[in-house]
């Protein structure tokens, strides 16, 4: 190999998507044609192949599972053990380690039950999350706090309106046993440093839970380089069905848990006297589950590998720079927060336009974008805002969204007789 034809292959410029080319395998785009989709972050549109293999499963392999001794509840039971196992490439995990999926919306209180003592009094424990967090990283610590009696550490924003690493590490105490972190903000697509938050979590004698649920749908996820202790995701923001989701833990973390609900399926016998229950994971999943979503939550993360994990993340960064530049371009509109290298997720003020107006106005233009406080109520107090307008972006999103974006935006400030003041 020549040394310039060496040089030329070692600067490769990343994997790249066909976006325009990519919205064919969404039938929502046919079906509405000239839509303008820019709210991928509240939940992705679903490709054809996992529609069309759900719709598949139903019409020839469903049946009850792990209890049936016919042959299609067998059937059904492969298929929905099969994609518990596949699971683990969203996010990646090693073998002795276990995910699990299991219906779920955005968060999960069950890890920080089991970590702040469900069974062993709580008074005094701690946990630690970042000011950016979802109403799911919120809420279910204050019902701990009010049936367990732990507090909760809220790390300020730093000056730019950004995570503070700092400000996080001095939150630390002897008694936090959990930091729960976003990794990527579903507000300002701000990503954390998720592996430097682990480092300091188990060196203050922590475990780390980190909210995966805007980062496994835009870039790689490799839970050994993150050294995190649980990873939660939606199924249905990473192009899969609603309704289920992911839980990712070690194996010895998930030995360690008791189960969270009771039904069938998660015991092993129970007596009037006693239960004893399965081992994990399936102590954690009562009742029949979601099947036909894990099937379909089976068929996305194949749907995201084919198109390379790396591809997404390049396109969407770049996307999301390519708005950023455009709309902070525009007189009288304010971005908010993003840090260095935001992903997938671009809020922003117009002067003068309330974002419901906004949305309202964009709407007509056939642009479809979320406006209010996102599930972070909090945040949007910090930042002394109502509500934002936001865009953001899936693997079906292009420059030219972007482009109808502003116009759109645009027009919206000529409607309301903005003067570029």
């Known amino acids: 190999m020549s040394a310039s034809l060496a040089l030329r292959t070692l600067s490769a410029p990343p994997p790249t998507l066909d976006a325009a080319s990519l919205r064919a395998d969404f039938p929502i785009f046919a079906r509405n044609p000239g839509l303008v989709f ?24 469903y049946a009850n599972v792990h209890r049936g001794v016919y042959a299609l509840s067998e059937r059904s039971t492969r298929r929905f053990d099969a994609a518990r196992g596949n699971g683990r490439r969203l996010p990646e995990c090693r073998r002795s380690q276990r995910g699990r999926l299991r219906p779920r919306r955005h968060g999960s209180d069950q890890p920080r039950r089991a970590d702040l003592g469900r069974r062993r009094p709580a008074a005094g424990r701690r946990g630690a999350i970042s000011s950016l967090e979802h109403h799911a990283n919120i809420v279910p610590w204050q019902m701990l706090r009010d049936r367990l009696g732990i507090t909760l550490a809220v790390a300020p924003l730093g000056a730019d309106d950004c995570f503070d690493l700092a400000a996080l590490a001095a939150s630390l105490t002897p008694r936090t046993r959990l930091v729960s972190v976003t990794q ?170 309330h974002p419901h107006d906004l949305a309202t106005i964009l709407d007509q233009r056939g642009v479809a974008i979320r406006a209010g406080h996102h599930c972070a ?29 502003v116009a759109a935006v645009r027009a919206a400030q000529s409607l309301f007789g903005f003067d570029g003041a």
Request: hydrophobic share 45%; proline share 7%; charged share 20%.
């Open 38 to 61: 820019l709210d991928t972050a509240a939940s992705a549109q679903k490709p054809r192949v996992v529609i069309d293999g759900v719709a598949e499963f139903y019409r020839t392999d």
């Open 184 to 353: 990527v903000a579903n507000v300002t697509g701000e990503v954390l440093p998720v592996a430097e938050i682990a480092r300091l979590a188990h060196a203050a004698g922590a475990k780390i839970l980190v909210d995966g649920c805007q980062g496994a749908p835009r870039m790689p996820v490799d839970v050994r380089a993150l050294d995190c202790d649980f990873y939660v995701l939606s199924g249905h923001k990473c192009y899969g069905p609603t309704g289920i989701g992911a839980l990712y833990a070690t194996r010895s973390i998930f030995d360690a848990m008791p189960p969270w609900q009771g039904g069938g399926d998660m015991i092993e016998t129970v007596t009037y006297e006693e239960t004893t229950y399965q081992p994990p994971p399936a102590r954690f999943e009562a009742g029949t589950p979601d099947i036909a979503g894990a099937v379909g939550l089976d068929i996305a993360p194949r749907f995201m590998a084919e198109l390379d994990r790396d591809a997404i993340h390049a396109h969407e960064a770049a996307l999301t720079a390519y708005a950023r530049a455009a709309l902070g371009a525009i007189a009288g509109v304010r971005l908010i927060g993003g840090g260095a290298r935001p992903v997938g997720v671009v809020s922003f003020q117009v002067n003068g336009v």
């Open 377 to 405: 109520q909090p945040l949007m107090d910090r930042l002394g805002l109502p509500a934002t307008a936001r865009a953001s972006f899936g693997v079906y999103s292009d420059e030219a969204d972007v482009d109808a974006l």
